[in-house]
């Protein structure tokens, strides 16, 4: 149609231009009034052209910019359509491939999620499809890697567990970041891996773990107390060692059934040379406190044992300058039924972080003891 009426508004300016330089070459020849309103015609005819060609114009932009809107709601759309599908892909923590057996296709995860990319690639440039399908391959291959990872961890199961989560977020906000700065055409961070470490541990979130025999929970629990109790007193020579042999013992039917085992370091050597050790030993639950050789003399025997009691150590014996239970805690390890439901302290073990929060208050409890003893033997220079 506004091609049609600027050839008509094209011969009618011809038609009066001629006119206007045939009045100019013959004066007077034209009556006034004609040569008036050829004039006018002129102008009129050159206002309507501008017209149609500023209405072209704005018909182009509003064409451009309904195709740019259309282009992104469709985007928008992809982008959070690839994200679902990720997450459903990602849910059960494996990419589930169909193997064609009998000629049924079934469910292929990764056939979907490549068709998720090749979408992304269509609305996106190369460099953001690039970016995002290797965010993608690093979470996939996290996400294989936890798995095989969590099968066969023991008392580092939260930290694996929290771990991987960082990681996977990592990967999922870097993705995130790189559709937002396409859509939106800002410079978009990721939520860093920092962060997330931060409110996983922050929040203290519970971590549902799996069931675990009286074998397991006190294995897991002397190996975790252990780990503490070396980072929190660097000072003191805490040996490693492995317990798994001492907790089957434990349970074994004998006649004289294995106890009195644990952790036990030395403390403090008075001036006359006589040790002081801390142990944390089981019977048929736990006891910590001062520990003395038997067979050894200690002349500063009686100071040695009112340092214990001012921090509530009793029983004093030819074991002990002062033992006590946790001050919080009561972990009957003997009485425990693996087949029955956890009760009292033990359901801590029903959650990894739990049962770290549990094990590392235990840990500053023996930590502070040790060192107050300490502090208390050098202010008397024993």
Not at 15 to 35: A, D, H, Q, W
Not at 194 to 199: D, K, P
Not at 305 to 315: D, K, L, R
Request: hydrophobic share 40%; net charge negative; proline share 2%.
């Amino acid at each position: 149609m506004s091609k049609k009426l600027l050839s008509f508004l094209g011969i009618c300016l011809s038609i009066t231009l001629s006119l206007f330089v045939f009045s100019m070459i013959y004066e007077n020849t034209l009556p006034k009034i004609v040569e008036e309103i050829n004039n006018s015609a002129i102008g009129a005819i050159l206002t309507a052209i501008v017209t149609v060609f500023l209405l072209q114009g704005q018909t182009a932009q509003e064409e451009q910019r309904d195709k740019s809107l259309k282009v992104f709601e469709k985007k928008q759309e992809v982008y959070h359509e690839f994200l679902d599908k990720l997450k459903e892909i990602v849910q059960d923590g494996k990419i589930t491939i169909s193997r064609m057996e009998n000629g049924n296709d079934g469910t292929d995860e990764l056939k979907d999620l490549l068709f998720q990319l090749s979408y992304i690639q269509m609305h996106s440039n190369d460099e953001n499809t690039k970016a995002i399908f290797e965010s993608v391959t690093n979470l996939i291959r996290k996400m294989n890697h936890f798995t095989v990872r969590l099968k066969t961890a023991h008392g580092d199961r939260n930290e694996l567990i929290a771990r991987f989560y960082a990681d996977f977020s990592e990967e999922l906000f870097a993705i995130v970041a790189i559709l937002k700065s396409d859509l939106y055409s800002t410079d978009s961070k990721a939520i860093s891996k920092e962060l997330v470490q931060s409110l996983l541990h922050q929040c203290d979130l519970y971590v549902e773990g799996q069931k675990l025999d009286k074998y397991q929970m006190q294995t897991m629990f002397w190996h975790e107390l252990q780990k503490r109790l070396r980072e929190k007193l660097p000072e003191m020579a805490i040996e490693q060692q492995d317990f798994t042999n001492d907790v089957r013992e434990y349970y074994a039917r004998t006649r004289n059934r294995h106890r009195y085992f644990g952790i036990q370091f030395p403390i403090y050597h008075t001036q006359q040379g006589e040790q002081v050790d801390f142990k944390v030993e089981i019977e048929n639950d736990l006891c910590i406190g001062f520990k003395r050789n038997p067979n050894a003399a200690y002349p500063s025997e009686n100071k040695l044992v009112a340092i214990s009691q001012a921090q509530y150590f009793q029983g004093a014996n030819q074991h002990w300058f002062g033992w006590k239970n946790p001050s919080r805690y009561r972990l009957n390890f003997w009485n425990l039924n693996d087949t029955a439901e956890l009760s009292g302290d033990f359901v801590h073990f029903n959650h990894p972080q739990s049962m770290q929060q549990m094990v590392d208050e235990m840990a500053d409890e023996i930590a502070s003891a040790v060192q107050l003893f300490v502090q208390q033997a050098k202010e008397q220079s024993l």
